[in-house]
């Protein structure tokens, strides 16, 4: 059964950071590309940033580019986004999410239940 838990989330100033966590389960984690996307409220689910299956290549979305940075470990199954110089735009509920190949580019087919992250001073 295929399990994405999501974790650090939270509340940030403007200019400030925060480092969002995924912990993955029930696959074979490192054969799969992982994304994160974001939803507001009364929006659409936003792809923010991808990460192929052995994290050498990554792809993130222009108006974090430069400021989020995605990363891997698959020796732990795990996820990250490190988010700096966060602006109130990007206040959202993150979601982790599984993609159904190797391919970045390819459909989520699994995602978590999400982390709030909310930019305001």
């Known amino acids: 059964q295929v399990q994405l838990v999501e974790s650090g989330g939270g509340l940030a100033q403007p200019g400030g950071s925060l480092r969002l966590s995924c912990a993955a389960s029930?696959?074979?984690?490192?054969?799969?590309?992982m994304s994160w996307a974001r939803q507001v409220p009364g929006k659409g689910l936003e792809w923010v940033s991808g990460?192929?299956?052995?994290?050498?290549?990554?792809y993130y979305r222009d108006s974090v580019n430069g400021r989020f940075t995605i990363s891997r470990d698959n020796a732990k199954n795990m996820v990250y986004l490190q988010m700096n110089s966060l602006k109130p735009e990007d206040t959202a509920l993150y979601y982790c999410a599984k993609v159904a190949s190797d391919h970045v580019e390819d459909d989520y087919d699994y995602w978590g239940q999400g982390t709030q992250v909310t930019v305001s001073s």
């Open positions: 029930g696959f074979t984690f490192s054969s799969y590309a």
């Open positions: 990460i192929d299956s052995d994290g050498s290549a990554t």
